[in-house]
């Protein structure tokens, strides 16, 4: 599981936000072998709830995403790659775009009343990156 926490100004996520949670799935997906579900949350604020940087636009977004510790630099590099090209194509500049990657150990995630650690019996590191 790959868990997304998009923050933005009300009026640009609203405006998006189908199309960025598409882009984060499928960029997930393919870059990091996230299961296919989605587990995103959008923050829409507004403009005084969400300073804007010095540089950046009204368009100034923030992805944070939570995920099992795993994966290689490529693949990060790969799903940076993606979600910046994707957002590109949706009238969001990379100036405008921050992106954090959290990880924690398989044993720091619960579903469903069980760590992922403890869910996966033989295979746990592999079991976890599919988290």
Do not use: C, N
């Amino acid at each position: 599981m790959v868990l997304f926490t998009t923050y933005g100004q009300r009026h640009v996520l609203g405006a998006v936000r189908a199309d960025l949670s598409d882009l984060l799935h499928d960029a997930a997906t393919a870059a990091l072998d996230a299961p296919p579900g989605r587990y995103q949350r959008f923050v829409p604020l507004d403009a005084q709830d969400f300073p804007i940087p010095p540089g950046r636009s009204a368009r100034y977004t923030v992805v944070e995403a939570v995920l099992v510790q795993g994966r290689s630099v490529a693949a990060k590099e790969e799903f940076y790659r993606r979600l910046y090209d994707g957002a590109a194509a949706l009238g969001i500049a990379a100036a405008d775009l921050e992106v954090v990657l959290l990880e924690v150990p398989a044993h720091d995630v619960a579903v469903r009343g069980r760590s992922i650690a403890a869910t996966a019996p033989s295979r746990a590191p592999d079991r976890a990156r599919r988290w």
